[in-house]
């Protein structure tokens, strides 16, 4: 596909943005590019896949695809991600999951008097402190499960909290 210069200069200057930007600060760095690649008419579904996970390597893949340059192949295996980082997401992520259901729970609607039911929260998309890579890695270790769209659960341990 042939991009136009301006178009293609403008993608690589996000691209360069979004890498020395820290995880926190890059969203809205994310959305433009999101724009940018529709507007270069790049598929929809791959596009989707690689801003909805923040996947910079992916991006830059896909960048040098629309270069028409040398691909690099995939990489064949990640390094394995340290027990203590998937310690501390898991607990973020439970202490996120509890906020968002503490917060749903304190809305005018939901109590005795009310005659609202309480919906319980049992999902939600992970903090984005942590990359997609621990997420799946948990998700492999058996401590989340995926909910679809980018949700995740926690895994019931079995045992009764009363």
């Not at 942590?130 to 998700?139: D, I, K």
Request: with cysteine; net charge positive.
């Amino acid at each position: 596909m042939e991009l136009s210069a301006p178009t293609l200069a403008e993608i690589t200057a996000r691209l360069t943005t979004i890498a020395a930007a820290d995880a926190a600060s890059a969203g809205p760095h994310w959305g433009a590019m999101h724009k940018l690649l529709l507007k270069a008419k790049v598929d929809a579904r791959a596009i989707m896949s690689v801003i909805g996970s923040r996947d910079l390597k992916g991006l830059q893949r896909m960048i040098a695809e629309l270069q028409g340059g040398e691909v690099a192949a995939k990489p064949a295996a990640a390094a394995p991600i340290d027990p203590s980082e998937l310690n501390d997401a898991l607990r973020l992520f439970r202490r996120r999951l509890k906020f968002c259901q503490l917060d749903a729970d304190s809305k005018l609607g939901v109590g005795p008097m009310t005659g609202g039911g309480a919906d319980r929260i049992d999902s939600m998309i992970p903090p984005r402190e942590f990359p997609f890579e621990v997420w799946e890695a948990l998700v492999l270790a058996g401590k989340l499960r995926r909910t679809g769209e980018g949700f995740y659960s926690l895994v019931p341990d079995g045992k009764a909290h009363w």
